[in-house]
């Protein structure tokens, strides 16, 4: 049709064209009821009237089609916002971000609550900024000791044979002798000490733990101003890993901080240091002697902290005993871990060497399998 019908008016000079045409608009379904009112009733199509050409149909009143035309149109807003989604979608076309308007009448785009690129919040308490919990992501991971580079080649693999081999033989002369003539063994070969304590190193990197962390960790809870004397020292780490004034002592001097001497006559004074630490150092025959000096340089109240290779032990309770022997009491042990066995004394008196008889004892050798 070449005319243009705007929406509830009819145009009065349209031809009859011989057909009953109706002109309205399509409606989308609802689901609601509509009541019929009497005046809608009145208002029915009149095709019978002789005096109206064919194809004219009465136009409802203005008032009560007006509301239901708002209600179209809304229908209809619905409907195109949804088609232009949808249209959007499958074009790919990205939709814009909401904005919110601020205060200033500025637009600021809203931020994705899963955005993992957007900042995390601090707040602020009397001026400071509070920390933020750690994530998983965050925490740092505790550092693992990296295992010892196995060797390739043939000279490889025999020089480390023969490594393990002078190392597991050092071992068990220091098991069976005296402090005295085990240093007597690294003052005639210096070489041999720096083999052992490699070999010594080979074996912490096997173990699941290496107990001296432990000492490391419950002396850190003590006192700065706690004097501590570290009996068998080997490198030296203790003394490296805590603030405290920290004596070391082995029969060989690995820097210049390690005070060369046997463990049984340390040049330390007499009740001066706070605690004793014997870390998988108990070694020799002569282990009375070692306790005694401990006892010696330790002031009354001071602590003697052990820790040994639980295969070491045939009798704990035993063990307990000789200790107790040399002027100490046994404050707690603990006997859960498979490989090592951790003991704290309390010195609760001064025992002078030769001052009581206490016969020789010794703890089992620790012998290492061939690698």
Same mark, same amino acid.
């Given at each position: 049709?070449?005319?243009?019908?705007?929406?509830g008016?009819?145009?009065?000079d349209?031809?009859?064209?011989?057909?009953? $045409?109706r002109?309205?608009?399509?409606?989308?379904?609802?689901?609601?009821?509509?009541?019929?009112?009497?005046? &809608?009733?009145? =208002?029915?199509t009149?095709?019978?009237?002789?005096?109206?050409?064919?194809?004219?149909?009465?136009?409802?009143?203005?008032?009560e089609?007006s509301? %239901?035309?708002?209600?179209?149109?809304? !229908?209809?807003?619905?409907?195109?916002n949804? #088609?232009? /989604?949808?249209?959007?979608?499958?074009?790919?076309?990205?939709?814009?971000?909401?904005?919110?308007v601020?205060?200033?009448?500025s637009?600021?785009?809203?931020?994705?609550?899963? +955005?993992?690129?957007a900042?995390?919040?601090?707040?602020?308490? +009397?001026?400071?900024k509070a920390?933020?919990?750690?994530?998983n !992501?965050?925490?740092?991971?505790?550092?693992v000791?990296?295992a010892?580079?196995?060797?390739?080649?043939?000279r490889?693999?025999?020089?480390?044979?023969?490594?393990?081999?002078?190392? %597991?033989? /050092?071992?068990?002369?220091?098991?069976?002798?005296?402090?005295?003539?085990?240093?007597?063994?690294?003052a005639?070969d210096?070489?041999?000490?720096?083999?052992?304590?490699?070999?010594?190193r080979?074996?912490?990197?096997?173990?699941?733990?290496?107990?001296?962390?432990?000492? /490391?960790?419950?002396? %850190?809870?003590?006192?700065?101003?706690?004097?501590?004397a *570290?009996?068998?020292?080997g490198?030296?780490?203790?003394?490296?890993?805590?603030?405290?004034?920290?004596?070391?002592?082995?029969?060989?001097?690995?820097?210049? #901080?390690?005070?060369? =001497?046997?463990?049984?006559?340390?040049?330390?004074?007499?009740? $001066?240091?706070?605690?004793?630490?014997?870390?998988?150092?108990?070694?020799?025959?002569?282990?009375? *002697?070692?306790?005694?000096? &401990? #006892?010696?340089?330790?002031?009354?109240?001071? /602590?003697l902290?052990?820790a040994?290779?639980?295969?070491?032990?045939?009798?704990?309770?035993?063990f307990?005993?000789?200790?107790?022997? =040399?002027?100490?009491?046994?404050?707690?042990?603990?006997?859960?871990?498979?490989?090592?066995?951790?003991?704290n004394?309390?010195? *609760?008196?001064?025992v002078?060497?030769?001052s009581?008889?206490?016969?020789?004892?010794?703890?089992?050798?620790?012998?290492y399998?061939k690698?």
């Amino acid at each position: 049709m070449s005319k243009v019908f705007s929406e509830g008016d009819w145009e009065t000079d349209l031809p009859s064209i011989g057909t009953d $045409f109706r002109f309205t608009k399509k409606r989308e379904k609802t689901n609601k009821v509509k009541k019929v009112t009497p005046a &809608a009733e009145n =208002c029915a199509t009149v095709t019978d009237d002789p005096s109206r050409p064919p194809g004219w149909s009465l136009r409802l009143p203005r008032s009560e089609s007006s509301t %239901r035309e708002n209600g179209i149109k809304k !229908d209809n807003t619905k409907r195109d916002n949804q #088609n232009t /989604i949808v249209n959007e979608k499958k074009e790919g076309k990205k939709r814009k971000a909401p904005t919110d308007v601020t205060d200033n009448g500025s637009k600021s785009k809203k931020k994705s609550k899963h +955005n993992p690129e957007a900042p995390i919040p601090v707040t602020v308490t +009397n001026g400071k900024k509070a920390e933020t919990k750690e994530t998983n !992501d965050t925490k740092q991971k505790p550092r693992v000791r990296a295992a010892p580079k196995e060797p390739t080649s043939l000279r490889e693999k025999l020089v480390e044979r023969l490594k393990g081999s002078r190392f %597991r033989f /050092i071992n068990e002369q220091l098991y069976k002798s005296t402090g005295e003539q085990a240093q007597q063994l690294f003052a005639e070969d210096p070489g041999s000490f720096a083999a052992y304590h490699e070999g010594y190193r080979h074996q912490i990197a096997q173990w699941s733990m290496n107990p001296l962390d432990r000492m /490391i960790k419950s002396i %850190r809870k003590l006192p700065k101003n706690t004097i501590v004397a *570290d009996f068998g020292c080997g490198e030296a780490r203790l003394a490296e890993s805590l603030p405290n004034q920290v004596y070391s002592l082995d029969l060989v001097a690995h820097n210049s #901080n390690v005070i060369a =001497c046997d463990m049984a006559h340390t040049p330390l004074e007499s009740n $001066f240091v706070n605690v004793v630490v014997f870390c998988l150092s108990l070694m020799g025959t002569n282990l009375a *002697d070692f306790l005694l000096e &401990a #006892n010696r340089v330790l002031k009354v109240g001071g /602590i003697l902290k052990i820790a040994e290779v639980s295969s070491r032990f045939d009798n704990v309770n035993e063990f307990v005993a000789k200790v107790r022997q =040399c002027g100490f009491e046994l404050e707690n042990k603990d006997l859960k871990h498979k490989l090592f066995y951790f003991f704290n004394f309390k010195k *609760d008196r001064t025992v002078l060497r030769g001052s009581t008889k206490i016969k020789p004892f010794s703890l089992k050798p620790c012998l290492y399998k061939k690698r």
